[in-house]
């Protein structure tokens, strides 16, 4: 009787991980594209970035080529370029963190919130610790000219971003913005007239953060930040930044081509437009696994935003 009881435990332990762990669990075969991370050269992270906030809890390692960012009781964390870019191609391959991580934000974004703070602009990827599983979402959003419109996706992952480093990446330039995974697309925002006033067009910094974002990301605090698990701890390496730097120069001035390899990320050919590969990967990666758009939600809008229609 102990040994059947025994059994049935184990079977009912092992349905209750299944269930918790959603995406994790999925098993897809990921569709071939040309690897634009491979291209350009990495930037230090102790050359590259200033901290931002939470000093103490942001450490260096392999000579300033990797970061780890914590978020405690005490505070997050967070690195800002010491450069401004107008375009450009950005990428990191972070690492998240594991157990259970509700509330808990990684954020990878561009931003000039500090120059026009009542009229700024942001391309962000937001790595959202679930509210209710052991699990991370994918959220992406764009900004122009302020914050009254917000135009989130939202996707599974179809991996366990808390195993290994992944690589998460924006390019943005006169012709599209794309958000990649691991190199496959998973969202574009084409610079097509149909928003102009919606397009970010002022130089940004790009930031690296980890927030308590209960309040935020969690219906309202719903599930909090369970700090009975911290530090949580993020770890960012192969940090990317190429593209136009406009500082010190004003913007409207011509720009400084010193971070550009002779893969120019703000026109050149692998930059301007998706590849039918790409493309491919895009619309598998968005029927599999996009759950939230903002062009669907008529309960949040009504009149959609023009670039939906």
Wanted: one cysteine or more.
């Amino acid at each position: 009787m102990a040994i059947l009881q025994h059994i049935l435990f184990m079977s009912l332990s092992m349905f209750c991980m299944t269930s918790v762990v959603s995406s994790h669990s999925r098993h897809y075969t990921t569709p071939s594209v040309p690897r634009l991370t491979d291209l350009l050269s990495h930037v230090s992270v102790d050359t590259g970035f200033s901290k931002f906030f939470g000093g103490p809890n942001i450490k260096l390692i392999n000579n300033g080529s990797m970061a780890t960012l914590a978020l405690d009781k005490t505070s997050g964390s967070g690195l800002v370029s010491r450069r401004k870019y107008y375009y450009g191609f950005f990428s990191a391959a972070i690492k998240l963190p594991a157990g259970l991580t509700s509330g808990v934000v990684v954020a990878f974004y561009l931003s000039n919130a500090d120059m026009y703070p009542h009229s700024h602009d942001e391309i962000d990827i937001e790595l959202l610790g679930h509210d209710k599983r052991i699990d991370w979402v994918l959220q992406t959003n764009v900004y122009a000219n302020g914050v009254s419109t917000g135009r989130e996706e939202k996707f599974y992952f179809w991996f366990d971003p808390t195993q290994q480093h992944h690589y998460y990446s924006i390019l943005w330039n006169s012709h599209h913005i794309v958000f990649l995974v691991d190199n496959i697309p998973v969202r574009e925002f084409p610079n097509n007239g149909k928003f102009s006033t919606a397009y970010p067009s002022k130089p940004m910094s790009l930031y690296v953060t980890i927030w308590d974002g209960s309040q935020w990301a969690t219906h309202g605090g719903k599930y909090p930040v369970n700090y009975k698990y911290a530090p949580f701890v993020a770890s960012f390496a192969d940090m990317e930044m190429a593209g136009c730097i406009t500082n010190p120069t004003p913007p409207g001035s011509s720009c400084s081509n010193a971070s550009l390899s002779s893969m120019d990320p703000v026109g050149g050919p692998y930059f301007v437009k998706l590849s039918n590969q790409q493309i491919t990967a895009m619309d598998w990666a968005r029927r599999k696994l996009m759950f939230y758009s903002y062009c669907k939600d008529t309960s949040r809008f009504k009149v959609l935003p023009p670039e939906c229609t």
